[in-house]
């Protein structure tokens, strides 16, 4: 069955600093890798898909790395900001190709002080 | 952009009442997804829909039923609601393929 960690459950960094949130998985055989943002009270937010042929995509300051046979994935936000502050969670696709559901890690919890 | 619209933001029903949660969405997706969410547990599968009138349960769906009887909008029922599924719902739609998925704002269920 797969599982996905997140570590570590909650980071607290000064503005401008660089960072990585690291997400682990279980099983190798997925379909892709997606990472999202979600505010508090709020829904998720679709920040970057890795398909489990690739090795990294990048949106603005932010690049996601995907390690399928080690079972990793990190996020890299460079130059943080206090905007950046929310809960950041990665899901593994699994299952058929069509219809496979996201599993889920627990999530980090980001603080960036001003 | 993608929109998946969730009916309502909050909510309060009383123990023992069908509760319907509602979700649309306008890309023509052909998956959709009703997610619960509780500290501690993060995001669990409840049942999804790879078409119209097809659901597949997922891992908690004891206690809820679904409906899909049109491609845009896919319901979240829960026949006699009782205190544990208070929650946030978050429901979600992705084409087929390797692909990604979009969520709606979620609904905050209290049940008295």
Known sequence: ?114 | DVKVTQSSRYLVKRTGEKVFLECVQDMDHENMFWYRQDPGLGLRLIYFSYDVKMKEKGDIPEGYSVSREKKERFSLILESASTNQTSMYLCASSPPGFTEAFFGQGTRLTVV
């Open chain 1, 1 to 114: 069955k797969q599982e996905v960690t997140q570590i570590p459950a909650a980071l607290s960094v000064p503005e401008g600093e660089n960072l990585v949130l690291n997400c682990s998985f279980t099983d190798s055989a997925i379909y892709n890798l997606q990472w999202f943002r979600q505010d508090p009270g709020k829904g998720l937010t679709s920040l970057l898909l890795i398909q489990s042929s690739q090795r990294e995509q990048t949106s603005g300051r932010l690049n996601a790395s995907l390690d399928k046979s080690s079972g990793r994935s990190t996020l890299y936000i460079a130059a943080s900001q206090p905007g950046d502050s929310a809960t950041y969670l990665c899901a593994v696709k699994g299952g058929s190709s069509n219809t496979g559901k996201l599993i889920f890690g627990q999530g980090t919890t980001l603080q960036v002080k001003p």
